[in-house]
């Protein structure tokens, strides 16, 4: 890799969003919870199915949001 293409590709990393930055949102479950329903949407599963992995990943989102709270 040339020294140009390495120096860009560093200077576009620097400026990067990082994903652990003190300013990244708070969870927003109404937002998560309507991704959740549209990437389910594409799977060919029966709506019961769909429903159930919905409720679990919900659940399982609402338990790690009080876990982050509580520390």
């Keep these: ?4 293409k390495y120096d ?3 200077q ?4 990067a969003p990082k994903v652990f930055d003190a300013e990244f949102k708070e969870f927003d479950r109404e ?3 309507e991704e959740i ?3 389910l949407e594409k799977f060919n599963l029966p709506s019961e199915a769909r ?3 919905f409720s679990l990943l ?3 989102a609402d338990k790690q949001q ?3 709270k509580q520390s």
């Excluded at 890799?1 to 140009?4: A, G, R, V």
């Excluded at 576009?12 to 400026?15: H, P, R, S």
Aim: no cysteine; hydrophobic share 35%.
């Design 37 to 39: 329903q549209n990437i």
């Design 51 to 53: 429903r159930q992995i």
């Design 66 to 68: 009080a876990q982050k």
């Design 31 to 33: 937002k998560f919870g």
């Design 1 to 4: 890799m040339s020294k140009k």
């Design 8 to 10: 860009r590709l560093a």
């Design 58 to 60: 919900m659940e399982d």
């Design 12 to 15: 576009d990393l620097e400026n």
